[in-house]
């Protein structure tokens, strides 16, 4: 283990993994704050009136809900534009009565929507995968050949230590996401289904929506780990840069 703290402080520090994470980190953020923009915009817009008429019927449908809701269409909430918000999304839920329930999905339809490719997130990759084999490849070939066992020992443990490196970074991007989005527009009823979002109103999957995010957290860690290990393969082939 000695030999795997000396290569992670050999990436963190003299290749310049801390840093090349630090500025993934902020560019992640730098992103979010300019480039989002909410889903739902009327619900946003007019956030608290709707947020408002939302506490009437929160949860899954029901029919003295509907009745309610229809009721108040035709009376007072027909000027209400909070209102007005939360009716289109009574018509949507009416759809769906079964895996459809009434929810502010802002925060959940930006988490989960389909996104741009994260260039950050692949540069930081493989600006940390690549050195570990290619900036040291004509120095440590003598000492991996005179160590016992030394090429296979210092192979294993700098595989390991770039396939650790690429989920971290997936994850912290995640974690990132996971947090702006939740202080921005909150990330309410995780448990409910994930057709409570519109977006994925049609899909046959049956996920909560926090299983729905751990399942696309989980494909996007596994796509990091495979980019890492064809730097690996490509770095070890060309043997230097």
């Known amino acids: 283990m000695e030999l795997f703290r000396f290569e992670a402080r050999k990436m963190l520090k003299f290749n310049r993994g801390a840093i090349i994470a630090a500025v993934f980190i ?6 979010l704050l300019l480039g989002d923009n909410p889903v739902n915009r009327e619900a946003r817009l007019y956030r608290e009136e709707y947020l408002s008429a939302l506490q009437m019927v929160e949860g899954p449908w029901t029919p003295e809900k509907a009745e309610l809701l229809e009721e108040l269409a035709r009376g007072q909430g027909a000027e209400d534009e909070g209102f007005k918000v ?7 839920v009416n759809e769906g009565r079964e895996n459809r329930y009434f929810l502010d999905a802002n925060g959940w339809a ?8 994260d260039i950050p997130l692949a540069a930081a990759v493989i600006l940390l995968a690549v050195p570990i084999y290619c900036g040291e490849t004509g120095a440590m070939e003598a000492v991996s050949l005179t160590s016992p066992r030394g090429r296979r020992l210092f192979g ?21 996401r996971l947090g702006f989005f939740a202080v921005k527009y909150g990330l309410p009823h995780g448990s409910y289904p994930m057709q409570s979002v519109e977006l994925f109103g049609f899909s046959q ?6 299983g729905a995010e751990l399942m696309t957290a989980g494909l996007r860690v ?4 495979e980019l890492a290990a064809l730097c690996l393969a490509f770095s070890a082939l060309g043997g230097q840069f």
């Open 26 to 31: 902020i560019s992640e953020l730098v992103i």
């Open 86 to 92: 939360l009716y289109k999304q009574y018509l949507y």
């Open 110 to 117: 930006g988490l989960l929507a389909e996104r741009a490719p």
């Open 156 to 176: 294993r443990y700098k595989v390991l230590l770039a396939l650790l490196a690429a989920g971290a970074l997936s994850l912290a991007g995640e974690g990132v």
């Open 205 to 210: 999957k049956s996920l909560p929506l926090w």
């Open 222 to 225: 596994l796509g990091c780990l």
